[in-house]
């Protein structure tokens, strides 16, 4: 017989999920290749065709000054899987690669309990099964990607094996390999966590017809102006008048767009759309061969804004109901750190340059409390160097169609860096705190350091230099960037790991 306090407790019918906490949000984070800020329609620009990005906006959360850890492709691939600045461990330029001690988002939410997948563009170091520094390597389950950028029907691997063609336009066809492995997880009850890293719009381009003829006034408009790119005919560099190429980097926009909108719709007939947390950046700003100076100052691979600008965009229906934007300035440096926090994993035990955006998204938070930094390392002067990773592990085996030294494939580099020396604080750099950012570069080799300061506020296009007239505020930030180079180059050493 029951004991009378078993009995009681029997009588009341407790609902299961009353006990249980809410179930963890799936996360599905994407970033376009070279897509500058202002290339969306809902950031005002004359010509590109946008309407899924531009309805994210409109109902979901639009960070107003979304920031590229890095004004090039691999650099800021590092800062947004770790957290930091890319300089920490050696991913100097395109085609460096990340070292494989380094903590992953991945690694860390796999932890957490969530399926990991990858999928398109990785260029953090081959996709081979045998990289150290593969999406496997690095803490995802599943990947189908790729060593670098691709085009119209792709050449992707699968897990780590050789490479095999995929029909179709490129966006697409990333986002229908993430869509099959979301079901899977589904499928299985698993949290999932998908990284969709598109190839689009990165030169050479290639569009569907239907793309292409939203934007066949375009070689009319811009018939004068010559710009440098690759030939998808023979790999090679070629020049081309920029309206053309408008055309067609406009097309792939477009049609990455539209590929967006495919993934969305997926989530919400499935009944995953209210718990999904949806982001979407680019990797830099806008290339010069695209770029039509609207508004800011610069193009990718350059510290000014232009450079390291871009869209920034969140959907996730039930912690944003309703449409909310903000001017806080964000990185791709943070998604680390507002991840952890969101799952409740400890930060990995180095220095973090990101910061949690969870007050940020909650409205809870209107200034930043840290700064931004961004910095072009200079490799010039390294000389001979030891590789970080046996070369043989760093060759790719994915092909594009942009050729590198005769190349179809891209390999990639990786140096021991022991000792530091003045000669490694210079290159472009600057930050940002408050309203105000400074930007530092050598006029010359070796020459001395141009000074240049800008209010954000009042001149987001960083056309008036303000350094003369406010000496104290230079000398400030001056002395902050320095002390965090030093840091930085701390960790350059391997410092970090070696606690």
């Not at 070629?238 to 969305?264: C, F, H, K, N, S």
Request: hydrophobic content about 35%; some cysteine; overall charge neutral.
């Amino acid at each position: 017989m029951k004991p009378l306090f078993l009995l009681l407790l029997s009588s009341f019918v407790i609902p299961h999920s009353s006990f249980s906490a809410e179930p963890p949000p799936n996360i599905i984070l994407m970033m376009g290749d070279d897509h500058g800020w202002e290339e969306t329609g809902y950031n005002g620009h004359p010509h590109v065709k946008t309407p899924v990005l531009d309805d994210m906006a409109k109902t979901g959360f639009r960070f107003e000054n979304f920031y590229a850890g890095h004004p090039s492709c691999s650099p800021t691939r590092a800062s947004f899987m770790t957290g930091r600045h890319p300089n920490r461990m050696g991913t100097f330029n395109p085609g460096f690669s990340i070292r494989p001690e380094e903590i992953t988002i991945a690694q860390l939410l796999a932890k957490a309990g969530y399926h990991c997948g990858h999928f398109g563009k990785w260029h953090l170091g081959p996709v081979k099964a045998d990289s150290p520094t593969s999406p496997g390597a690095m803490g995802f389950h599943e990947w189908v990607s790729h060593d670098n950028f691709f085009e119209l029907n792709p050449s992707l691997s699968r897990n780590g094996g050789p490479p095999e063609v995929i029909q179709g336009e490129g966006s697409a066809v990333v986002i229908s390999e993430a869509i099959k492995f979301i079901d899977r997880a589904s499928k299985n009850k698993q949290p999932f966590f998908t990284v969709v890293w598109f190839g689009s719009p990165h030169e050479p381009y290639s569009g569907l017809p239907e793309d292409l003829a939203l934007y066949d006034d375009l070689p009319a408009k811009y018939k004068d102006k010559k710009v440098k790119l690759t030939s998808n005919e023979t790999g090679g560099p070629t020049t081309r008048p920029q309206g053309e190429v408008l055309r067609e980097r406009y097309a792939e926009i477009t049609a990455m767009d539209r590929a967006i909108g495919t993934l969305r719709k997926h989530l919400a007939t499935t009944g995953l759309r209210d718990n999904t947390l949806v982001f979407y950046c680019g990797d830099n700003g806008t290339s010069a061969d695209g770029s039509l100076v609207l508004p800011h100052r610069g193009v990718k691979g350059q510290v000014y804004d232009g450079g390291v600008l871009v869209p920034g965009l969140i959907e996730w229906p039930s912690r944003i109901p309703q449409p909310r934007s903000t001017p806080v300035r964000a990185t791709t440096s943070d998604l680390l750190p507002t991840l952890c926090a969101l799952t409740g994993q400890p930060l990995p035990d180095r220095p973090i340059d990101g910061m949690d955006l969870l007050p940020v998204i909650d409205g809870k938070m209107t200034e930043r409390p840290k700064p931004l930094w961004f910095w072009q390392f200079d490799v010039s002067h390294l000389g001979k160097t030891e590789p970080y990773i046996d070369p043989k592990l760093q060759q790719g085996t994915t092909p594009l169609a942009k050729k590198a030294g005769g190349k179809a494939t891209r390999d990639f580099n990786n140096f021991r860096h022991t000792t530091i020396t003045e000669a490694d604080y210079i290159g472009p750099r600057a930050i940002t705190n408050g309203r105000f950012k400074l930007v530092l570069h050598e006029a010359k080799k070796g020459g001395a350091v141009k000074q240049e300061l800008f209010d954000l506020v009042t001149d987001p296009a960083e056309k008036t230099d303000l350094h003369e007239q406010q000496p104290d505020t230079v000398k400030k930030l001056e002395t902050e960037l320095r002390e965090w180079q030093q840091s930085v180059l701390k960790s350059l050493t391997g410092a970090d790991y070696r606690k």
